[in-house]
């Protein structure tokens, strides 16, 4: 009989990957995603609508691509770059404070973590403790909410959304290509709706939120959307 010190130990289990890890690439990944999916394909909807031959449809398309991917990758750098500079201005500040008021500094951690439940004896030793460990990461993480998982990648962001953008404008382009002469939109409605259901599925599936919901949701803005630009293109069509 083995005895128990020699008995083989459990495997030990691989920390849980959690979702927030992913929540900087993946918002602009699935927005990126879904807005080349409903613009692509309500630009190519409209302009088939108002009459115009498969040659202009697929440049609309194609420019559209273009245009969309690269207004995705810029608004998506400029508004993350715009974060970023905040958490650093936010950390400078914080530099500063705990070089001119140490004894402060070391108290507001102190009651930060009173707010959220431990006693003023270890609160104090806690704050202490951290203090002498990382004091500008202490302060950064609980006090600004800045950590390494949530900080914001502005490069990281424009290239997701970009390539989402084209990926999912990849979807009605095709249906351009492949739809017999004067059926784009019949073609491209329904493999837009399809598509935009499983994006939204894998989006909500990805992010942890009920998938049958999230298929549902984005379905419904992409049909509104090319409704709106099917609407346009029929009545601003001009026929040459």
Do not use: K
Not at 107 to 128: N, T
């Amino acid at each position: 009989m083995t005895a128990p010190s020699q008995r083989p130990h459990a495997r030990s289990r691989n920390p849980a990957a959690h979702r927030s890890e992913r929540v900087g690439w993946l918002r602009a990944a699935v927005l990126g995603a879904n807005d080349g999916i409903v613009s692509v394909a309500g630009l190519v909807v409209g302009v088939a609508a108002s009459g115009a031959d498969a040659a202009a449809v697929l440049t609309s398309g194609i420019a559209g691509t273009v245009a969309g991917a690269m207004s995705m990758a810029a608004g998506e750098y400029v508004s993350v770059r715009s974060q970023a500079d905040t958490e650093r201005a936010d950390i400078a500040v914080e530099r500063r404070e705990l070089a001119e008021d140490p004894h402060s500094e070391l108290q507001e951690l102190a009651l930060i973590y009173v707010q959220r439940g431990l006693s003023p004896e270890l609160a104090q030793e806690v704050a202490r403790q951290l203090t002498a460990h990382d004091a500008l990461g202490s302060h950064a993480r609980d006090e600004l909410g800045i950590t390494d998982t949530l900080r914001a990648r502005p490069v990281q962001a424009a290239l997701a959304s970009a390539c989402a953008f084209v990926c999912g404008a990849a979807l009605p382009i095709a249906a351009v290509l492949l739809a017999p002469p004067g059926q784009v939109q019949a073609v491209a409605i329904p493999a837009t709706l399809v598509a935009l259901s499983i994006s939204g599925a894998l989006a909500a599936w990805t992010g942890g939120a009920p998938i049958v919901r999230g298929a549902l949701r984005v379905a419904f803005w992409g049909a509104l959307a090319m409704a709106a630009a099917t609407a346009v293109g029929r009545l601003f069509g001009v026929q040459v």
